[in-house]
């Protein structure tokens, strides 16, 4: 089903021009790191092929058409933050800011008389706004979405003078992407598939959202175009050295691991010096550990190695079986988030965590494997194979299971019509693994 | 929490940092020459949604008010106090009013820029996701700036006012953004 979907969509692409690797002497191809390789001809991503627009139009079937434009959640946290659950759209907030109009470029232009020092005012400013983690990165066609499907900005809209501009001409003009994002809070994706979860990842969702529209503002301000819905957000993270890809499809970072956003970047032609990819050995990481493929609950991530995909060489997810959960589970919480929790890298960002990352990035790559059959190991003994805890966060307890209703709340002597703190039955988390499930999405294969 | 080691830092020299960066004044005093670039434009625009139809079930007014303040800590705010108001005060029939306030590092009535208005903008994002998720609860909430919010912060116990009638709260002195009230007739335990 997915290799057809694939296919299509190749297809449909096919005519739209092809980019990247084959552009030659204008535009080489770039050094994304060592977790990603542009290895053959690549054509740009049509952003109406990808799984949200795709299921909007209803080409996902209808028990995912249903979750995506049918459902309120029975949360009142959900319906403020997460998409498409909403009773009122207008308490969402992400709604309310890319929807709205776009302002004008200032007529008044500052000069940028040293590149350098606008790339570090640029992140001060991102920071300052509330960003977690920057990065720039030199704009490549093959970053680009196709041309001709329009910008495509989840939950929101974009439009600008450039759109019928080729992705060749807009890497002319547009020479610098900045990503900027925020991360989850550790504690809360401890009790990931449970609404404490989501409220980890949609409420940063909306800060990072937040976050990228005032940068955006501030550079019109400054007085240069800032287009969005342009740019593949991962590609963005890898070539501008926010991570590097792992084996879950997600963009690691040094400091937070699999647990940042990877929100719609801005195209700028705002004078900037690029970041380089880093190295943090999530390329070793990967090959051996696993950790994600073996929790992940509908077995979309490969076991296998590497893959050539659309000209790129990287581990390869199956989309639609991940995407396929949903519609399974959204009575009980939004967000999977299985293989981000379970990544070692996922981590509070302290020193310890630090030293890891960086015994990784100073070991020569022969000595890597060795290091990280230690760290997995490490990582296995002290936060287990799959994530167990237990947490409380205001009146939400990931200790009752979803569907049940129980007041654990300590103190509460309010009659919730008869349930009491005794429904509450098990001593640790909703995470025992849905592995008996796994098996209608698909095969394993190893 | 974790063993944390970092940089220093001390409250107040935050600006400083920014000494050697040519285009920090820009960033914090240059009013922007289109308002509809500032994420504060388009939130304070924003119309408020309706009230959820079905009331969840709540705890204890004290617990509720605790919950409201650990969701309010969670978007962002620095300071929450919650206030009951004289029947007088409430003629929308809203008993209870929520005071949030942020660290400002630039007094964002000198500094117009998108940059003096970041507290004002976290503020707004707070105050919006907070009387969102109070509509949810099934509860009336509105959120609107009011003159007299330093008044009400101080009231709530944030802290005291000086002789020009600004909040002097103890973590931030006077470095601080009261942003918008929330007027509610969420059941909630009141500070003051």
Known sequence: ?446 | MALRFGRAKFPGLGKDSHRNDPYWDFFINRPPADLANTVTEMIRNAPEGNVFPTKSELHTPEITSSHLKGMAEYFGAELIGVVKLDPNENAAGYPFAVICAVHADYDPRQAPGIGGQVPVQNGLFITFVLSSWIRELGFRATAAPEPDAEKLAARAGLGTLSKEGRLITPQFGANVHVANVIRTDLPLAADG
């Open chain 1, 1 to 446: 089903m997915a290799l057809t979907l694939e296919k299509e969509a190749q297809q449909t692409n096919g005519s739209a021009g092809a980019t990247g690797a084959q552009a030659g002497e204008e535009f080489p191809t770039p050094y994304l790191g060592r977790s990603v390789k542009i290895v053959g001809p690549h054509v740009n991503v049509d952003m109406n092929q990808s799984p949200h627009p795709k299921n909007q139009r209803g080409e996902l079937g209808k028990p995912l058409f249903n979750w995506y434009r049918n459902t309120v959640s029975h949360d009142p946290l959900t319906r403020v933050s997460a998409p498409n659950h909403f009773a009122d759209r207008r308490h969402f907030l992400t709604n309310v800011i890319n929807r709205s109009s776009n302002g004008k470029v200032n007529p008044q232009k500052v000069a940028v008389d040293d590149p350098a020092a606008m790339a570090r005012h640029i992140k001060a400013v991102a920071h300052y706004l509330g960003a977690d983690v920057v990065g720039i990165a030199k704009t490549h066609p093959s970053f680009l979405y196709a041309p001709g499907g329009g910008r495509y900005v989840q939950d929101g809209s974009a439009k600008d003078e450039f759109q019928s501009n080729s992705p060749d001409d807009l890497t002319r003009n547009f020479p610098f992407i900045i990503q900027a994002t925020t991360a989850w809070d550790y504690n809360k994706l401890q009790a990931h598939r449970h609404q404490i979860g989501d409220a980890a990842y949609h409420v940063s969702q909306m800060k990072g959202v937040m976050v990228l529209k005032a940068l955006e503002g501030y550079i019109k301000e400054l007085g240069y175009t800032a287009l969005r819905g342009v740019v593949t957000p991962q590609a963005a993270g890898v070539a501008g050295g926010i991570g590097e890809l792992g084996r879950n499809g997600l963009v690691i970072n040094k400091n937070f691991g699999a647990r940042i956003h990877m929100p719609d970047p801005i195209l700028t032609d705002l004078p900037l010096v690029a970041d380089e990819p880093v190295d943090i050995g999530v390329e070793d990481f990967c090959k051996i550990c696993r950790k994600c493929a073996n929790t992940c609950p509908t077995n979309s991530i490969p076991f296998g190695d590497k893959v050539v995909h659309n000209g790129i060489e990287k581990y390869k997810i199956n989309w639609l079986t991940c995407y396929k959960l949903r519609p399974y589970v959204h009575e009980y919480w939004g967000s999977c988030l299985t293989c981000a929790a379970v990544c070692p890298f996922t981590k509070p960002n302290v020193w310890w965590h630090s030293l890891a990352t960086g015994a990784l990035h100073s070991f020569p790559y022969f000595a890597r494997p060795a290091l990280v059959r230690a760290l997995k190991w490490i990582d296995d003994k002290f936060w287990g194979v799959a994530r167990t805890n237990r947490v409380r966060w205001l009146g939400y307890d990931s200790g009752v299971k979803p569907g049940d209703q129980a007041c654990t709340v300590a103190g509460c002597t309010a009659s919730h019509e008869g349930k009491g703190a005794s429904d509450a039955t098990s001593n640790f988390g909703y995470y025992a693994p849905l592995k008996e499930n796994t098996n209608r999405f698909v095969k394993r294969d190893a």
